[in-house]
């Protein structure tokens, strides 16, 4: 009796650490994430007008700092040698409410929000002022980007890949060249 009950208790310990061991699996790190989604920004033929002063990157999330700070510091260092000659900053901000980050998008703070999966539950919030402002918005996984971001990665057969709704694309103004096609998954 007791072992069925140890057995169990493995198993049970098992399958509830299952979903992080595949979640872990599936990240793409974020170096990889900042210099496909920096390539792909040169694919906008409307970039230099859109942000003529330099792209200007906000990571937005909920309770992830660290992680935020993380992907903030992977786009400044990808960034370094310049998309299409401008310049890339980026840096990491808690999402509280579409009020404060339409302050920071009307002082100019940021022209591109990267929305890291904890922000996950305010995506519509966040839509609200990309699609408002035509601020480009991007995430670090599939997900986000089928329930509307513009562009993220994803892993496909093992390997980083760009992954583009084209729709949201469109709405927020980008201008992409169909070049970008082969390096990309895109949906409609």
Same mark, same amino acid.
């Given at each position: ?7 169990? *208790? ?9 979903? !992080?061991?595949?979640?872990?699996? +599936?990240?793409? /790190?974020? +170096? ?8 792909? #920004?040169?694919?906008?033929?409307? #970039?230099?007008? =859109?942000? /003529? ?10 309770? !992830? ?14 960034? !370094? ?8 900053? !980026? ?21 591109? #929000?990267?929305? +890291? ?6 995506? *519509? *919030? ?5 699609? %408002? ?9 599939? +997900?986000?980007?089928?329930? %509307? ?11 980083? =890949?760009?992954?583009?709704?084209? =729709? ?21």
């Amino acid at each position: 009796m007791h072992g069925n009950n140890r057995l169990c *208790s493995v198993a049970l310990v098992v399958l509830l650490m299952l979903p !992080a061991v595949i979640g872990a699996q +599936d990240a793409i /790190p974020a +170096d990889k994430q900042a210099n496909l989604l920096l390539k792909a #920004l040169g694919y906008d033929r409307a #970039l230099k007008n =859109r942000v /003529p002063e330099g792209i200007r990157i906000l990571v937005v999330h909920q309770g !992830a700092a660290e992680t935020a700070g993380k992907t903030a510091a992977a786009f400044t260092t990808a960034g !370094a040698s310049k998309v299409k000659g401008l310049a890339v900053t !980026a840096f990491a901000a808690e999402f509280k409410n579409v009020k404060d980050l339409l302050q920071k998008a009307d002082a100019g703070e940021f022209n591109v #929000l990267f929305v +890291d999966p904890s922000a996950k539950g305010a995506l *519509s *919030s966040l839509q609200q002022v990309t699609r %408002g402002k035509k601020l480009l918005s991007l995430g670090g996984n599939a +997900d986000l980007v089928k329930q %509307g971001l513009s562009m993220g990665t994803h892993l496909k057969k093992g390997v980083p =890949r760009l992954i583009i709704n084209q =729709r949201a694309a469109k709405v927020e103004g980008l201008d992409l060249a169909p070049a970008i096609k082969l390096i990309a998954t895109t949906i409609k």
